[in-house]
Nanobody, 115 residues
Framework: QVQLVESGGGLVQPGGSLRLSCAAS????????MGWYRQAPGKQRELVAT???????NYSDSVKGRFTISRDNAKNTVYLQMNSLKPEDTAVYYC?????????WGQGTQVTVSS
């Protein structure tokens, strides 16, 4: 099972940008799907974006056009570029790896969008 460590969260004003990083403990080249999820207080964890080995991407409607997911297999890292942030994007963001039916999760990184 791969270990995942997120970074890059913080406090940002509405309209601002952040880039989250997810560093994996081993090669992600063979991992079929990597993704980002988020959980706001009092809400269930929800999908933000996923990216396959072929770099096919999928986004939730709430972030489409504002967020971009990417993967750098050479650095074993997945990124989430977040632009035009809104207060409703405030949540803990989790990195996820799906391989052979097993989901691996990071510890999460807090993103707060507030003026």
């Amino acid at each position: 099972q791969v270990q995942l460590v997120e970074s890059g969260g913080g406090l940002v004003q509405p309209g601002g940008s952040l880039r989250l990083s997810c560093a994996a403990s081993k090669s992600i080249f063979s991992i079929p799907v990597m993704g980002w999820y988020r959980q706001a207080p009092g809400k269930q964890r929800e999908l933000v974006a996923t990216i396959t080995r072929a770099r096919t991407t999928n986004y939730s409607d709430s972030v489409k056009g504002r967020f971009t997911i990417s993967r750098d297999n050479a650095k074993n890292t997945v990124y989430l570029q977040m632009n035009s942030l809104k207060p409703e994007d405030t949540a803990v963001y989790y990195c996820n790896a799906q391989q052979s039916g097993v989901h691996s999760w990071g510890q999460g990184t807090q993103v707060t969008v507030s003026s």
